[in-house]
């Protein structure tokens, strides 16, 4: 699988912390109860940070569910998902046209909310694949379920009814299989556990559903607002990820891309520049896969330059590589990018 493309240390939005909050407090495990178990200051948690860091979040689902007593505190922090969880994305959620759209916005501005993982989805003749690719693997059972069962409310919440319950696979174990009948209360169906990937599977038509209600006059806006929100992301980035950004990109045309030879370029040894993208929270092929998606994208939109051409210009020796890459990033081949 392609390395998920973030390039500065992993955050989450103080209100997409909110559900978990608002779970464990239903459960009698207050703030202050949270963050003595988490070793985080007194304070940390309410009012509600601005941020929070990726790690400590994970760490917080998974001592919730000790605290509270609750094997299934992961699908029960889903449960308490808003529209005001997702952020400025939310609002764009809301403006779409249909539930394509809602998905499509997704993979593009999840990363305003949190950078737990990264979402994709596939179409496989009449059945689509929405896969959530989480940073953190199968040993976080809640994450991994927090995540789907929040779609599964958020998605009930704007289509204004129950749909139709998904044929769902989860790469965590389940939790006691003698408490597993919640996931059919909250998700609609019962998961296969131990999966290859975290996976739901509809039927596509689903994707041509309206969203009722939307407001799509302000599409525009919100992407326009939330656009801004990814500059103003990328341009905090630390000036290391930034440096090898450039370095990757003025390289891309003329063949592949090694750690090494930008590190020669930023006259750092290769073990040191690894180091460095460490402390940033990212690491070389992240940053590779970031630059190498921008310019894409930017190459996509040129219409004199075909698939071939473009998957030279990334520094791919064949094209195949290229449409597995930005399919993995994108969610679509690039060919089926270009045309939508």
């Not at 912390?17 to 239903?26: D, G, K, Y």
């Not at 309206?210 to 656009?227: I, K, M």
């Not at 630059?291 to 998957?311: G, H, S």
Request: hydrophobic share 45%; charged share 15%; glycine share 8%.
């Amino acid at each position: 699988m392609t390395p998920p493309l973030f390039d500065h240390a992993k955050r989450v939005a103080g209100s997409y912390l909110q559900p978990l909050m608002e779970a464990a407090a239903m459960r009698g495990v207050t703030a202050r109860a949270l963050e003595t178990a988490a070793g985080l200051a007194a304070g940390a948690l309410a009012p509600l940070p601005e941020s929070l860091p990726a790690d400590d979040y994970v760490r917080l689902l998974d001592i919730g569910a000790t605290l509270a007593n609750d094997p299934h505190f992961g699908l029960h922090v889903g449960q308490c998902v808003k529209l005001g969880t997702y952020t400025v994305y939310g609002l764009i959620l809301l403006s779409c046209r249909d539930f394509g759209q809602v998905f499509e916005q997704t993979m593009r501005y999840e990363q305003l909310a949190h950078d737990l993982g990264r979402s994709a989805i596939t179409i496989d003749d009449d059945i689509a694949h929405y896969t959530w690719h989480s940073h953190y693997g199968s040993a976080h059972r809640h994450l991994a379920d927090s995540v789907f069962a929040g779609i599964r409310v958020f998605s009930n919440w704007l289509a204004g009814t129950a749909l139709p319950a998904h044929a769902i696979t989860l790469t965590h174990d389940g939790g006691p299989p003698a408490l597993r009948e919640e996931y059919v209360k909250v998700l609609g169906d019962m998961p296969l556990f131990n999966a290859q990937a975290n996976v739901a599977s509809f039927n596509a038509m689903l994707l041509s559903w309206p969203v009722p209600n939307a407001d799509v006059s302000l599409y525009p806006v919100l992407r326009q607002h939330a656009e801004q929100l990814l500059q103003q992301r990328a341009s905090s980035a630390p000036a290391i990820t930034r440096q090898v950004h450039e370095a990757i990109v003025a390289s891309l045309s003329g063949g592949q891309v090694r750690l090494a030879t930008i590190a020669e370029t930023l006259k750092l040894s290769p073990r040191t520049l690894q180091r460095k993208l460490s402390e940033a929270g990212a690491t070389f092929q992240q940053v590779l896969d970031q630059a190498r998606f921008a310019l894409a994208k930017e190459y996509l939109r040129r219409q004199e330059l075909n698939l071939v051409d473009i998957a030279f210009l990334l520094g791919y020796q064949e094209q195949s590589a290229f449409n597995h890459a930005f399919k993995e990033w994108a969610g679509v081949n690039p060919g089926a990018w270009r045309s939508g």
